[in-house]
């Protein structure tokens, strides 16, 4: 038997076709939208990832910085009583200075010359009084210069020559009045040799004789 198909073949393949091309279509849609979600969260992943590490970078840096603010609130806490110590330790130095000044001027004081005045400010310290020559005034400057642990830098500022009355006469003598500045020189660390044997020095009794007042 001969069977003969009267159907419109040509529109039925024609649908079949254009069928598969919107379930390709279809098809092809969904993949994108399966890789889009899929990129998407692993995008949204990786988002909340470098949140939470930058939150925890965050949160470091702040205990970072109160443990800086710490430390800074240490190292001055630890200056302010390094300075107290120094000022402390500076005003037990300069406690002895002015034994250590009147013992080197009796010291260093030649003979020929009288001290009228001492005034100590500090290290500095200005000196007035006359002398019998002007190499008197000379030597004094080089012993204070050279030969004094305690002294240093003399400056002379002012000399002149002026007549004096002779006490306990009415003879007048030519003598020369000066004025100079020197440095005292801080003691030693307490404790040191040098110290001890400045001390030792300075405990020496002081002769009047050259700091005579006119």
């Not at 470098?50 to 800086?68: C, P, T, V, W, Y």
């Not at 002779?166 to 003598?175: C, F, H």
């Not at 040098?194 to 300075?202: F, L």
């Amino acid at each position: 038997m001969i069977l003969i198909n009267l159907l419109p073949h040509r529109e039925a393949r024609r649908q079949q076709r254009k069928n598969a091309f919107f379930a390709g279509i279809g098809m092809a849609v969904l993949f994108g939208a399966a890789v889009v979600g899929g990129w998407w969260t692993l995008v949204n992943a990786q988002i909340n990832t470098q949140e939470e590490h930058n939150q925890f970078l965050s949160n470091e840096i702040k205990r970072l910085d109160a443990q800086i603010a710490d430390v800074a609130t240490l190292k001055a806490e630890i200056a302010a009583l390094k300075a107290r110590q120094k000022a402390v330790e500076d005003l037990q130095a300069d406690r002895n200075m002015p034994v250590y000044l009147l013992n080197e001027l009796v010291k260093q004081t030649p003979e020929g010359v009288y001290l009228t005045s001492v005034k100590q400010g500090g290290q500095q310290v200005a000196i007035t009084g006359v002398a019998q020559t002007n190499e008197r005034i000379s030597e004094f400057l080089r012993n204070t210069a050279y030969s004094s642990p305690w002294l240093e830098k003399p400056v002379l500022v002012e000399i002149k020559a002026q007549t004096l009355v002779v006490a306990g006469s009415k003879d007048q003598r030519r003598m020369f009045a000066f004025v100079m500045g020197v440095t005292l020189k801080r003691p030693p660390v307490p404790g040191s040799a040098a110290s001890a044997a400045s001390g030792a020095a300075a405990a020496a009794p002081v002769p009047a004789a050259s700091t005579a007042t006119r």
